[in-house]
Each structure stands twice: as C-alpha cells, then as structure tokens.
C-alpha cells in the first residue's frame, strides 16, 4: 500500500498563475484533509471532506478550491497565485471513527515567485 | 475556542539525554483526543500516539512515554535516552469530538547531538 501520495513534490509558480496539487489515497478512508505549513508554524487547515461529493472550508479556504469526485482523490486548485500561498501542503486521510487519527502525505513545497 | 500551545520553539540536547516536551491546551468540551506527531528532516508527518479525555494512564512505547493531566490541561512527551535519529520537530494537536478538524501547536524542534 502506498498510503497517501502527493505530486509534485516541490514547484515553483508564478503569481497569477494557477495550478493542481494532487493526492491520492489507497487506505479506502473517507476522510482526507489539506494542509498548509508555514515556517515555523503549526498546520492550517485548508479544506477538508468527509466522503466524495463533500467538501467544506477549513481555516484557511481563501485562493484556495477542492473537489471530491471519488473516494482515492482529493486535489487542491489554486488560483492566481500570490506570494502569500507559498508553503508546504500537506495532504492527510482518516477513517473518520472514534479517534479519527489522520495519515499525511509527504507534502508539496512550492514557491510562488 | 480551542488551543494548543507549545512553548518550547526548540530544544537542544546531547544524545542520552532525557527530554520533556510540553503541549498545553484549551477546550470547553469535556470529550476531546490528543495526539503527538513527529516531523523528521524529511518532512512527512509520523502519527505517534493519541489520547483521549477519559483515559489519563500515562502510556509508555519504548523510549517514549506520555503524560496526560487533566488537571493542568498538558499532555507532554518525553523522550528517554535521546538519540540523533529523534532530531525531528514534533507537533501536539487536538480535536473535539463533535468536530473532524485537528487544532495544531506550532511545534518544537528537537536537535539531538552525538
């Protein structure tokens, strides 16, 4: 099992541009999450859903927009870039049970330049 | 509202030495869970244990242990016989029941010397 992938690991965009950050989970959990982590910050949350055709804001949803369309994907779209979406973004998943513990992909780092 | 606060920004220690991080939080609710997650240089984040508000048993996982208090709100790790390979930045986070969303500190960056 693979877990919870994330493409690209890192990129570099220009502002205004746009662009998909791509995750993919095989752990058939109905939960993911997306992050952002700033320097030496703690993780925000970006957007998150609890099954396909579910999405709601998180902390942080400005520039930022998702879809659900299956259970394994959960891509994130940012549109017109700015410096301020510079970042880490991490995607998670979770079972959505009791506890609720959440998995996290190894991340994206991008630049907006 | 909710908060979880880590105070120590960084921590330097040499290796076999024992090491306490702290995590302190704020919630109204009386049902919540705890969590600790490990950040390597590598960068992905590593679940490393959660809690929840009516077990205060202190847990043990080798060289890690944990303790939870509800009277002073602080669930802190400790690490015993610290090694290089602990060299991480390690995240407290909370989540309420009636919510899917984690609460994060901002970290402590633990750097273990030989």
């Known amino acids: 099992n693979a877990g919870v992938t994330q493409t690209p690991k890192f990129h570099i965009l220009k502002i205004g541009q746009s662009m998909t950050l791509q995750c993919t989970q095989d752990m058939n959990h109905n939960y993911m999450y997306w992050y952002r982590q700033d320097p030496g910050m703690g993780l925000k949350l970006i957007y998150y859903s609890v099954g396909a055709g579910i999405t709601d804001k998180g902390e942080v949803p400005n520039g930022y927009n998702v879809s659900r369309s299956t259970t394994e994907d959960f891509p994130l779209r940012l549109e017109l870039a700015a410096p301020s979406q510079t970042s880490v973004y991490f995607c998670?998943?979770?079972?959505?049970?009791?506890?609720?513990?959440?998995?996290f992909g190894p991340g994206t780092r991008l630049t907006v330049l | 509202a909710q908060k979880v606060t880590q105070a120590q920004t960084e921590i330097s220690v040499v290796e076999k030495e024992d090491v306490t991080l702290d995590c302190v939080y704020e919630t109204r609710d009386t049902t919540y869970y705890l969590f600790w997650y490990k950040q390597p240089p590598s960068g992905e984040l590593v679940f490393l244990i959660r809690r929840n508000s009516f077990d205060e048993q202190n847990e043990i996982s080798g060289r890690y242990s944990w303790n939870f208090q509800k009277s002073t709100s602080s669930f802190n790790f400790t690490i015993t016989a610290s090694q290089v390979v602990d060299s991480a930045v390690y995240f407290c986070a909370l989540r309420s029941y009636n919510t899917d969303k984690l609460i994060f500190g901002t970290g402590t960056r633990l750097q273990v010397f030989p």
């Open positions: 998670a998943t979770s079972r959505g049970d009791t506890y609720n513990e959440q998995f």
